[in-house]
């Protein structure tokens, strides 16, 4: 069964700086993706970085150059370091984790780690 669990979510003012972690159960490349997610309150859950077990990254335009997605695949850990960050980046962001099998995808996801930042 695959366990997603984020870490390091919290409270920051602007301009701040957060880590939020993913342990995966598992290698990490045995998915073809492993990335992150944010929801805010009253919107759609949305796409914030990714990167394919290959190392290609994909970030959403509102985060580049302020977040940045790595992993240590010695410890099956997936990490997402937010610089700068902004009041209206205060959400929920969830560890997504993407496994292929033939034309089926199958979607992963961990609890989901609050993350709150002060004007």
């Known amino acids: 069964q695959v366990q997603l669990v984020e870490s390091g979510g919290g409270l920051v003012q602007s301009g701040g700086s957060l880590r939020l972690s993913c342990a995966a159960s598992?290698?990490?490349?045995?998915?073809?993706?492993m990335g992150w997610y944010r929801q805010a309150p009253g919107k759609q859950r949305e796409l914030v970085a990714t990167?394919?077990?290959?190392?290609?990254?994909n970030y959403a335009d509102s985060v580049k150059g302020r977040f940045t997605i790595s992993r240590d695949s010695a410890k099956n850990t997936v990490y997402l370091q937010m610089n700068s960050l902004k009041p209206e980046d205060t959400a929920v962001y969830h560890c997504?984790?993407?496994?292929?099998?033939?034309?089926?995808?199958?979607?992963?996801w961990g609890q989901g780690t609050q993350v709150t930042v002060s004007a």
């Open positions: 997504n984790a993407d496994r292929r099998s033939g034309s089926s995808t199958f979607r992963y």
């Open positions: 990167m394919t077990s290959g190392g290609i990254t």
């Open positions: 598992g290698s990490i490349f045995t998915y073809y993706s």
